[in-house]
């Protein structure tokens, strides 16, 4: 088959608004079956303003969209901006059948262009030239793609994004290969030279013609492919947590520190941590229990353990009279000895994991036995949130393998490799639907999440734990609707320490995992020392706690501005930290800056990696940049080398805006009160939206919820409220009018 025109007779265009029309449109669209080459006819909707569906064949029953958490958000994704014209033509987009699998191919001839995106990846940023293997995985394992959380969903800076809808485990080749169409008429690459470097070798064999992105699908014999329109980037990656349904909201309470305890734990080791952090006033809001709580963890019994935690509803009640939230270490392999045992006998997978069943989560009678015991057992005796571990696959170079395989056989129908894909978001869905019939929110964590994410409270984490890897994860995250927490565990040296609780202290979640060493943290930073009980002197133990306070009572005092972005997540799809692409599309200096993000709208953060005190930092062009510590004023579109001390992670406060700054609290209450001081910056700032509700129902959904706008004219401050949500959260306290370089 050859070019646009005669694919474009294999297409039909169809204008539907989102369900409502689907049936009937796919009776009236109905198109012609295969070309006799595999070539499949796609059919086209346009599913809301600029989010167009193509159909290709019949897709199969276990896709993102059969289990999708919320329906996408028509409303605000027809409030963006025209999305532009596409780059290709939706003709241009091919799908064969191949024998047991499907190849789409996308267009891609776009050279001075960058792709993102596919998910969680650790290793890679930029994504043209590699061969992505979207395998959900606890490692990377040869080709790069596989993840904690992949997602085959990529956006490019010529504005616009393509999603495929599969639970398959896909090969993606993001423009390198060559078409052998290419040869006709071009002698490139032909060149006869011989090479005397690895390098040179390779880069004369870079891909040529007519580069596409063609996603190799084991298994289907039909899918659904989506195009999200821009114009830029930043409104394709809207697009598409729109129509994910748009980003969560956690409870005010999730984005204060999480500390969780050592898993041989009793007790009394949770009851010491939770009292010192309260005596240090070192900010903390969860305390997570890790394995130790239960009678048996590998597999779990899901049973509270007596030996550990003889009165454990005590212990609960104890930690949220200090104000705590608790937060329960568990995975989804149900051991004998569990209450859930029996009834999910039957309703589970053909091999055990860690001699615990496998959970059939697409059976939605399985689906509510577990979701019913958390309410029951834990929801509704005062826990907020749960870990849910180790649904992940461990890599093949392992020889402990703990999943199942793909080879699997579950009740329901789905088979072992959709499983694998989709096992993590359902373990979530489960779990959050416990909490939505209490009109609670939560915030958990996640090892293993799939496409459309952006609704669930959950944060991804990992077991690896390399600085540079960690910080790329924040950034990919951000592409595809996922949430990444950058946990910090131990550390050689203070230094490195503090430089990774500086990463964690400007991520969605802030989490402390103490779970591998007995003494608390600030005792002993360096994990086998602390093992060892070789715990550093008074002296040096209270200067990590006063840096450890200081670190995160300045993300407390940014609690309600990052809070307040969360509020654009669910409601325009922008996610609450961003990869400078997504925040400045126009400037193509940003395209290759790896380490350094937007926390919420306004705040530039470039994190140290190691033991460093200096680092370079690339300020966006379009708006000046204020030093956030020293107000020093940068101009944007420049690169500054910046000079710090540890745990002074470098901020860059947008010139022209308003930074709400409260005073920090040590953790968030249902009745606290935020007083803010305003900062503005620059001589035309815009106006600032807070958002204040009660932060732990989802009444807002019912527009329970205050805006509160500030504003600076003619040298003075303005609040404007709308809306009726009573008692407010938010006292403006202040205005700081900064003046360049009037350091702190
Ligand atoms: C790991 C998890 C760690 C910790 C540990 C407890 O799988 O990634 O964070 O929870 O289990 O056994």
Not at 250 to 275: C, F, I
Not at 305 to 330: A, K, T
């Amino acid at each position: 088959m050859g070019g646009t025109e005669q694919r474009g007779r294999f297409y039909r265009r169809c204008l539907t608004i989102y369900g409502l029309a689907t049936m009937s449109l796919a009776a009236s669209c109905s198109v012609a079956a295969t070309s006799d080459r595999g070539l499949l006819a796609g059919e086209v909707s346009e599913v809301a303003a600029g989010v167009w569906r193509i159909r290709f064949g019949n897709p199969e029953r276990f896709v993102p969209t059969s289990f999708r958490e919320r329906d996408p958000r028509i409303v605000s994704i027809n409030a963006l901006t025209d999305p532009g014209t596409l780059p290709f033509s939706l003709e241009d987009i091919r799908c064969h059948r191949l024998s047991g699998r499907l190849a789409v191919y996308v267009p891609c001839d776009e050279p001075q262009d960058e792709i993102y995106g596919f998910g969680l990846d650790p290793r890679v940023y930029r994504q043209k030239g590699y061969r992505k293997w979207l395998t959900l995985s606890a490692g990377v394992v040869g080709e790069t793609g596989a993840s904690h959380g992949p997602v085959p969903f990529y956006v490019s800076t010529k504005g616009y994004g393509v999603w495929v809808d599969t639970a398959r485990v896909p090969f993606v080749h993001v423009a390198r290969l060559t078409p052998k169409a290419s040869l006709m008429g071009s002698a490139e690459n032909q060149a006869g030279d011989l090479k005397t470097s690895v390098s040179e070798l390779y880069a004369a064999q870079k891909a040529s013609g007519k580069p596409e992105v063609v996603f190799d699908i084991p298994a289907a014999t039909g899918v659904d492919v989506y195009v999200f329109g821009g114009p830029t980037l930043r409104q394709a990656v809207q697009r598409y947590n729109l129509f994910s349904g748009g980003g969560c909201i956690p409870p005010m309470w999730g984005l204060g520190l999480k500390y969780r305890t050592y898993t041989q734990g009793d007790h009394k080791t949770v009851m010491n941590v939770a009292e010192t952090l309260r005596r240090q006033h070192v900010p903390c809001d969860v305390i997570g229990l890790e394995p130790g709580w239960q009678t048996n963890a590998y597999s779990c019994s899901l049973v509270w353990s007596d030996q550990r935690f003889p009165n454990h509803q005590d212990v609960v009640d104890r930690l949220r009279g200090m104000g705590y939230q608790i937060n329960l270490w568990e995975h989804a392999y149900i051991h004998p000895s569990s209450p859930l045992f029996d009834s999910l006998k039957s309703r589970s997978g053909d091999f055990l994991v860690w001699g615990g069943l496998v959970v059939d989560f697409v059976d939605p009678k399985a689906f509510d036995l577990y979701s019913q015991y958390h309410d029951a057992e834990f929801i509704q005796h005062g826990i907020s949130g749960f870990k849910a571990d180790e649904c992940d696959r461990q890599p093949i170079t392992d020889s402990t393998p703990f999943n199942y395989p793909y080879c699997s056989i579950f009740p329901s129908g789905i088979d072992g490799e959709q499983m694998t894909q989709l096992y993590g978001y359902l373990y979530q869905r489960s779990i959050y639907t416990a909490f939505k019939k209490h009109n609670l929110r939560t915030w958990g964590d996640v090892r293993a999440t799939a496409s459309l994410s952006a609704p669930l409270p959950f944060n991804l984490y990992s077991d690896a734990y390399e600085q540079g890897e960690y910080l790329r994860q924040l950034l990919n995250a951000s592409f595809t609707g996922l949430l990444w927490s950058p946990e910090v565990r131990d550390a050689p040296t203070l230094d490195e320490f503090l430089t990774r609780l500086g990463i964690a202290a400007f991520a969605p979640q802030t989490c402390l995992n103490i779970w591998s060493i007995p003494n608390p943290i600030w005792t002993q930073f360096d994990a086998e020392k602390n093992k060892k009980n070789l715990l550093l002197p008074e002296d040096e133990q209270q200067e990590v706690i006063a840096k450890v306070r200081e670190l995160l009572n300045l993300r407390m005092s940014l609690l309600p501005y990052f809070y307040s972005a969360f509020y654009r997540y669910r409601y325009e799809g922008l996610p609450p930290a961003r990869a400078l692409p997504i925040e400045y599309p126009q400037d193509t200096k940003v395209r290759a800056v790896e380490d350094a993000y937007l926390f919420g709208d306004n705040l530039l953060v470039a994190p140290i990696l190691g033991n460093k005190d200096t680092r370079k930092v690339y300020l966006p062009a379009g708006n000046d940049w204020w030093d956030f510590y020293t107000n020093t004023r940068y101009p944007g579109g420049t690169e500054q080398q910046i000079q710090t001390s540890p745990g002074r992670v470098p901020l860059f406060v947008r010139d022209n805006c308003i930074l709400p700054l409260a005073k920090p609290v040590e953790h968030v209450a249902d009745d606290t009160v935020f007083e803010i001081t305003a900062r503005v910056y620059g001589d035309e700032p815009a106006s600032f939206t807070l958002f204040e509700d009660d932060g732990v129902s989802f009444d807002y959904e019912k527009g329970r919820f205050n805006r509160v706008t500030l504003s600076w004219r003619n040298g003075k401050g303005n609040v404007e409220r709308t809306g009726s949500f009573h008692p407010h959260r938010c006292q403006i306290v202040a205005w700081d009018k900064i003046a360049p370089g009037s350091s702190q």
